[in-house]
Protein backbone atom coordinates (compact mmCIF):
# COMPACT_ATOMS: atom_id res chain seq x y z
CA UNK A 1 0.00 0.00 0.00
CA UNK A 2 2.79 2.64 0.97
CA UNK A 3 4.18 1.97 -1.82
CA UNK A 4 1.23 2.71 -4.28
CA UNK A 5 0.95 5.72 -2.20
CA UNK A 6 4.58 6.66 -2.84
CA UNK A 7 4.17 5.41 -6.72
CA UNK A 8 1.25 7.99 -7.25
CA UNK A 9 2.77 10.53 -5.89
CA UNK A 10 5.43 10.44 -7.74
CA UNK A 11 3.68 10.21 -10.98
CA UNK A 12 1.51 13.12 -9.83
CA UNK A 13 4.68 15.11 -9.14
CA UNK A 14 6.42 14.37 -12.67
CA UNK A 15 2.72 14.75 -14.83
CA UNK A 16 3.24 18.26 -14.70
CA UNK A 17 7.15 18.30 -16.16
CA UNK A 18 6.26 15.76 -18.67
CA UNK A 19 3.28 18.03 -19.92
CA UNK A 20 5.86 20.82 -19.93
CA UNK A 21 7.88 19.58 -22.84
CA UNK A 22 4.46 19.70 -24.66
CA UNK A 23 4.42 23.77 -24.74
CA UNK A 24 4.98 25.96 -27.18
CA UNK A 25 4.75 29.61 -27.54
CA UNK A 26 1.65 30.62 -28.84
CA UNK A 27 -0.07 34.19 -30.01
CA UNK A 28 -3.38 34.52 -28.01
CA UNK A 29 -5.82 36.62 -28.70
CA UNK A 30 -8.30 39.04 -26.69
CA UNK A 31 -11.25 36.32 -27.80
CA UNK A 32 -8.89 33.65 -26.34
CA UNK A 33 -7.78 32.36 -29.55
CA UNK A 34 -4.99 30.21 -29.41
CA UNK A 35 -2.25 29.55 -32.27
CA UNK A 36 1.05 28.15 -32.18
CA UNK A 37 3.84 30.76 -33.49
CA UNK A 38 4.93 28.49 -35.94
CA UNK A 39 1.82 28.43 -37.50
CA UNK A 40 2.22 32.22 -37.69
CA UNK A 41 3.28 34.11 -40.63
CA UNK A 42 2.30 37.89 -39.97
CA UNK A 43 0.06 40.54 -38.46
CA UNK A 44 -1.86 42.47 -41.20
CA UNK A 45 -3.20 45.60 -39.68
CA UNK A 46 -4.79 48.61 -41.52
CA UNK A 47 -4.62 52.23 -41.43
CA UNK A 48 -8.41 53.09 -40.73
CA UNK A 49 -9.27 50.65 -37.67
CA UNK A 50 -8.14 49.32 -34.49
CA UNK A 51 -8.07 46.16 -34.89
CA UNK A 52 -5.48 43.75 -36.90
CA UNK A 53 -5.48 40.18 -38.80
CA UNK A 54 -3.31 37.41 -37.52
CA UNK A 55 -2.12 35.93 -40.89
CA UNK A 56 -1.81 31.87 -40.64
CA UNK A 57 1.00 30.77 -43.08
CA UNK A 58 -1.86 27.91 -44.53
CA UNK A 59 -3.66 31.37 -46.17
CA UNK A 60 -6.21 31.55 -43.51
CA UNK A 61 -6.07 34.64 -40.97
CA UNK A 62 -8.01 35.55 -37.66
CA UNK A 63 -9.76 39.21 -38.21
CA UNK A 64 -10.97 41.56 -35.75
CA UNK A 65 -7.98 41.28 -33.11
CA UNK A 66 -8.17 44.26 -31.06
CA UNK A 67 -5.18 42.75 -28.23
CA UNK A 68 -2.89 39.52 -28.30
CA UNK A 69 -0.58 38.60 -25.82
CA UNK A 70 2.47 35.68 -26.26
CA UNK A 71 2.53 32.65 -24.00
CA UNK A 72 3.84 29.04 -23.39
CA UNK A 73 0.22 26.55 -23.96
CA UNK A 74 -0.27 23.13 -24.31
CA UNK A 75 -2.06 23.30 -28.66
CA UNK A 76 -4.78 21.39 -28.50
CA UNK A 77 -5.26 20.78 -32.55
CA UNK A 78 -8.56 22.06 -32.72
CA UNK A 79 -9.28 25.17 -34.71
CA UNK A 80 -11.63 27.09 -34.33
CA UNK A 81 -13.88 28.79 -37.04
CA UNK A 82 -12.92 32.07 -37.94
CA UNK A 83 -13.92 34.93 -40.76
CA UNK A 84 -11.86 36.75 -43.31
CA UNK A 85 -13.59 39.79 -44.90
CA UNK A 86 -12.32 40.38 -48.46
CA UNK A 87 -14.42 43.36 -50.10
CA UNK A 88 -17.96 42.57 -50.13
CA UNK A 89 -17.25 39.32 -49.51
CA UNK A 90 -17.62 37.31 -46.20
CA UNK A 91 -14.50 34.17 -46.17
CA UNK A 92 -15.14 31.41 -43.31
CA UNK A 93 -12.33 29.55 -41.57
CA UNK A 94 -12.69 26.06 -39.92
CA UNK A 95 -16.43 26.13 -40.02
CA UNK A 96 -18.10 22.91 -39.91
CA UNK A 97 -19.16 22.39 -43.77
CA UNK A 98 -23.32 23.06 -43.97
CA UNK A 99 -23.61 25.30 -40.81
CA UNK A 100 -25.41 28.44 -40.28
CA UNK A 101 -23.93 31.93 -40.68
CA UNK A 102 -26.23 34.35 -39.23
CA UNK A 103 -24.97 37.84 -39.62
CA UNK A 104 -26.95 39.98 -36.73
CA UNK A 105 -26.76 43.74 -36.26
CA UNK A 106 -25.81 45.35 -32.73
CA UNK A 107 -29.32 45.45 -31.64
CA UNK A 108 -29.57 41.87 -32.44
CA UNK A 109 -31.86 41.92 -35.59
CA UNK A 110 -31.12 39.17 -38.35
CA UNK A 111 -29.46 40.88 -40.98
CA UNK A 112 -28.44 37.83 -43.55
CA UNK A 113 -28.31 34.54 -43.24
CA UNK A 114 -26.13 31.72 -45.16
CA UNK A 115 -24.23 28.34 -44.98
CA UNK A 116 -21.24 28.54 -44.02
CA UNK A 117 -19.72 26.21 -47.24
CA UNK A 118 -20.97 29.42 -49.43
CA UNK A 119 -18.69 32.30 -49.89
CA UNK A 120 -21.55 35.21 -48.24
CA UNK A 121 -21.67 38.67 -50.15
CA UNK A 122 -22.12 41.24 -47.76
CA UNK A 123 -22.09 44.08 -50.37
CA UNK A 124 -25.79 45.17 -49.20
CA UNK A 125 -24.86 45.85 -45.78
CA UNK A 126 -24.36 48.89 -44.73
CA UNK A 127 -20.75 49.88 -44.22
CA UNK A 128 -18.59 51.46 -41.42
CA UNK A 129 -20.99 49.65 -39.17
CA UNK A 130 -20.60 46.63 -36.73
CA UNK A 131 -22.17 43.06 -36.61
CA UNK A 132 -22.36 40.38 -34.97
CA UNK A 133 -21.32 36.91 -36.94
CA UNK A 134 -22.66 33.84 -35.63
CA UNK A 135 -21.14 30.54 -36.89
CA UNK A 136 -22.76 27.54 -34.85
CA UNK A 137 -21.39 27.92 -31.48
CA UNK A 138 -18.82 30.64 -32.06
CA UNK A 139 -19.58 34.31 -32.28
CA UNK A 140 -17.65 37.45 -33.68
CA UNK A 141 -17.62 41.18 -34.09
CA UNK A 142 -17.33 42.37 -37.48
CA UNK A 143 -16.81 46.12 -38.61
CA UNK A 144 -17.19 46.19 -42.14
CA UNK A 145 -15.05 48.81 -43.96
Not at 6 to 11: D, G, M, N, P, Q
Not at 33 to 57: P, Q, R, Y
Not at 120 to 141: M, N
Amino acid sequence: MKRLTILSLALLLLLPLARAEERVWCLITDSGESVAMSEVLCLAAADDDSTFAVVLKEGEAIAGVRRARFGMEIPTGIAKPGIVVAKDNLLLTNALAGSTVCIYSIDGKLMQQAKSDEQIDISSLPARTYYIIRIGEASFKLRKP
